[in-house]
């Protein structure tokens, strides 16, 4: 009885092995509290950065060449919702499940009318449109000069002779209810960061 008292007392784990590894079993609550408090932070940033993306500025990937020289294929903008649109504004809309970006030439009311060469006259006065390097009357099967309806937004794309926009019956003018919003910066890539 005497031995197994003894082999009893040499199992027993002694103080400095009780408090390391109480240390060990503090350490690891304390990794799992933070690694959960971490998870959830992200949760929630990440949850606000969709709501903030889906309801303020969403961000759109360019396809397409229909409005180059501005917007490259493959690049990403991020829109603002606004509910006025001048001339000039790049717009993003959708279109038969599909999301379009092209230019604001005229809004409700206005009159646009373009001529042999592609110069666009909006209520009579030609735009001044830097943006566009080569003009042309591309796909038109509308008449012209032709007034732009209550409640929509005559567009156009850049790439005047390979862009089908307003000046085509299939497109034609687009309904404010469906205008995403106005592009406002083009962020990627990063060495062609835009503010427009």
């Given at each position: 009885?005497?031995?197994?008292?003894?082999?009893?007392?040499?199992?027993?784990?002694?103080?400095?092995?009780?408090?390391?590894?109480?240390?060990k079993r503090?350490?690891?609550?304390?990794?799992?509290?933070?690694?959960?408090?971490?998870?959830?932070?992200?949760?929630?940033?990440?949850?606000?950065?969709?709501?903030?993306?889906?309801?303020?500025?969403?961000?759109?990937?360019?396809?397409?060449?229909?409005?180059?020289?501005?917007?490259?294929?493959?690049?990403?903008?991020?829109?603002?919702?606004?509910?006025?649109?001048?001339?000039?504004?790049?717009?993003?809309?959708?279109?038969?499940?599909?999301?379009?970006?092209?230019?604001?030439?005229?809004?409700?009311?206005?009159?646009?009318?373009?001529?042999?060469?592609?110069?666009?006259?909006?209520?009579?006065?030609?735009?001044?449109?830097?943006?566009?390097?080569?003009?042309?009357?591309?796909?038109?099967?509308?008449?012209?000069?032709?007034?732009?309806?209550?409640d929509r937004?005559?567009?156009?794309?850049?790439?005047?002779?390979?862009?089908?926009?307003?000046?085509?019956?299939?497109?034609g003018c687009?309904?404010?209810?469906?205008?995403?919003?106005?592009?406002?910066?083009?962020?990627?890539?990063?060495?062609?960061?835009?503010?427009?």
């Open positions: 009885m005497k031995k197994m008292d003894e082999n009893a007392k040499l199992d027993l784990p002694m103080t400095e092995q009780l408090e390391q590894e109480l240390r503090k350490y690891r609550f304390g990794y799992i509290k933070l690694l959960r408090s971490t998870i959830s932070s992200l949760v929630v940033v990440a949850a606000i950065a969709v709501l903030i993306s889906m309801l303020f500025l969403p961000v759109l990937r360019v396809v397409g060449t229909s409005m180059t020289p501005t917007l490259q294929n493959q690049e990403l903008v991020v829109c603002r919702r606004i509910g006025d649109f001048e001339t000039g504004d790049i717009i993003a809309f959708y279109f038969n499940n599909k999301v379009l970006l092209k230019r604001v030439i005229g809004v409700s009311g206005d009159v646009i009318d373009i001529d042999e060469n592609g110069t666009v006259y909006v209520n009579g006065e030609a735009i001044d449109e830097p943006y566009v390097d080569e003009k042309a009357l591309g796909e038109c099967d509308i008449e012209l000069p032709y007034q732009v309806p209550e937004i005559f567009v156009m794309g850049d790439h005047r002779s390979t862009s089908v926009d307003s000046r085509s019956s299939s497109i687009v309904a404010e209810e469906l205008v995403i919003g106005k592009v406002i910066w083009c962020i990627w890539p990063l060495d062609q960061l835009t503010v427009f």
